[in-house]
C-alpha cells in the first residue's frame, strides 16, 4: 500500500523534487491534479500492490459523518471508478507527528506562547490506548525533538523551552516529516503543524509538497496561531480578511491537497475549539484500500459519497504508481 512505500522511494522522489525548482513538479497554487512534469522519473521505485486513502467526512453543517458504509463511497482514478478491496471505519489510535514552528516570525507579537499552548491542547486530545506523537522543530532547518512516543508529557515539557530564531522552511519541515509519519503502524497518522503561516525560507513548492505527502497518505493539519489584532474575520481585528488571505491560501491548499485541514486561531477558547475539532475528524477516519491504475506516474484521485447529498469528503489528491505495480497488474 502507498502507507508502506520504501524510504529509498521516498528519498528519490523528494531529491527529484528539489531538482525541480526551477519547473515545479506540480504547479502551485493550481490543485495538482493534471499529470506532473517528467512523471516517468517521478515514481516510487518498490511495487505497491493497492493504494490506501484515509477519508473525512462532514455534513453540511460541518459535524464528522461517522456512520457510513462502504456502499456509500465511490472512488475516480484518473476519472475511472475504482474497484475498492477493504474498508474500515471506527475510532482507533493515532500517530501524530507535531510540527512547532520556532522561526524568527514567531517572536513577533507573542506567536510563540500561543503556539505553545496549541500544541498542549494537541495532547490533550491524545491519550487513548495506543495513541503517540513525536514532536519536531524548525526554522531553518527540520529537528527531531522527541522521537515517536506514548508518553505524552515528554513533548508538553519541551514546547515550554527555546526562542525562536531563523527562518522560516515550512514546505521542507513537512515533506521531510511526512516520510516518518508514513512508517508508523497505527491506522490514523497525520502532521500537525503549528505556525504563524509565514514561509520565507522553503525550497520546496506547497503543491511540491503536497505531492509528497498525498503519494503517501499522510494528511497534513495546519493550525496557524495569529495576533488578535491579525485574526483574519475576528472580533479585534484590524486587518482586512482579503489581506490575511493572500498570505494563507497556499496553506490552506497545501492542507486539502493532503485530505487534512487549516484553522486560524488567536485565543485559548478559539485554539481548544479548534483542536478538538481537528481531532475529531483525524480519530475516525474511514479508510479505503483499492486496486491502483495500470497507467505508471501521477493518478488524480476523487473520492466521492454519490448516493448521500450534502456531504463534504476531505482525501488525499492523488498517488504515483510505478512501472513494477503496473507489471503484476
Same mark, same amino acid.
Given at each position: ?17 528539489? %531538482?525541480?525548482? @526551477? !519547473?515545479?513538479?506540480?504547479? #502551485?497554487?493550481?490543485?495538482? &491534479?493534471?499529470?506532473?512534469? /517528467?512523471?516517468? +522519473? ?63 516570525? %514567531?517572536?513577533? @507579537? !507573542?506567536?510563540?506562547?500561543? #503556539?505553545?499552548?496549541?500544541? &498542549?491542547?494537541?495532547?490533550? /486530545?491524545?491519550? +487513548? ?67 504563524? !503561516? ?20 499522510v494528511p497534513v493539519y495546519l493550525l496557524v496561531v495569529v495576533n488578535p489584532l491579525d485574526h483574519p474575520g475576528g472580533p479585534h481585528s ?92
Open positions: 500500500m502507498g502507507s508502506v512505500t520504501r524510504r529509498s522511494g521516498f528519498a528519490a522522489f523528494l531529491v527529484l523534487a528539489l %531538482m525541480e525548482l @526551477g !519547473g515545479s513538479a506540480l504547479a #502551485a497554487p493550481a490543485r495538482p &491534479s493534471a499529470t506532473p512534469q /517528467n512523471e516517468s +522519473q517521478v515514481v516510487f521505485k518498490s511495487g505497491v500492490e493497492l493504494v490506501r486513502v484515509a477519508v473525512a467526512v462532514r455534513d453540511d453543517r460541518g459535524r464528522v459523518v461517522r456512520d457510513l458504509k462502504q456502499s456509500d463511497f465511490e472512488i475516480l482514478d484518473a476519472g475511472v471508478a475504482g474497484v475498492i478491496k477493504d474498508f474500515y471505519v471506527g475510532d482507533s489510535p493515532i500517530s501524530l507527528a507535531v510540527l512547532l514552528d520556532i522561526s524568527g516570525s %514567531m517572536a513577533v @507579537g !507573542g506567536n510563540m506562547d500561543r #503556539a505553545r499552548t496549541a500544541v &498542549s491542547f494537541a495532547t490533550m /486530545n491524545l491519550g +487513548q490506548k495506543g495513541d503517540e506523537a513525536a514532536l519536531y522543530t524548525f526554522d531553518s532547518k527540520l529537528q527531531e525533538v522527541v522521537p515517536f512516543t506514548e508518553e505524552l508529557t515528554r513533548i508538553t515539557r519541551v514546547t515550554l523551552e527555546g526562542k525562536p530564531w531563523g527562518v522560516t522552511s515550512l514546505s521542507d519541515a513537512i515533506g521531510k516529516t511526512a516520510e516518518s509519519v508514513a512508517e508508523r503502524q497505527n491506522r490514523h497518522r497525520a502532521i500537525l503543524v503549528v505556525t504563524d !503561516g509565514v514561509d520565507t525560507g522553503s525550497t520546496l513548492t506547497p503543491g511540491q509538497v503536497s505531492a509528497i505527502a498525498s503519494s503517501i497518505d484590524v486587518t482586512p480578511s482579503e489581506e490575511r488571505a493572500a498570505d494563507t491560501v497556499s496553506l490552506a491548499d497545501l492542507s486539502r491537497w493532503t485530505g487534512g485541514d487549516m484553522r486560524v486561531v488567536s485565543v485559548p477558547a478559539q485554539m481548544s475549539i479548534a483542536v478538538r475539532d481537528l481531532f475529531d475528524e483525524l480519530r475516525y477516519q474511514y479508510l479505503i484500500t483499492f486496486v491502483p491504475g495500470t497507467r505508471p506516474g501521477w493518478h488524480p484521485i476523487e473520492v466521492r459519497t454519490p448516493r448521500k447529498k450534502g456531504l463534504v469528503v476531505h482525501a488525499r489528491s492523488g498517488y504515483v504508481s510505478s512501472p513494477s505495480r503496473n507489471g503484476r497488474s
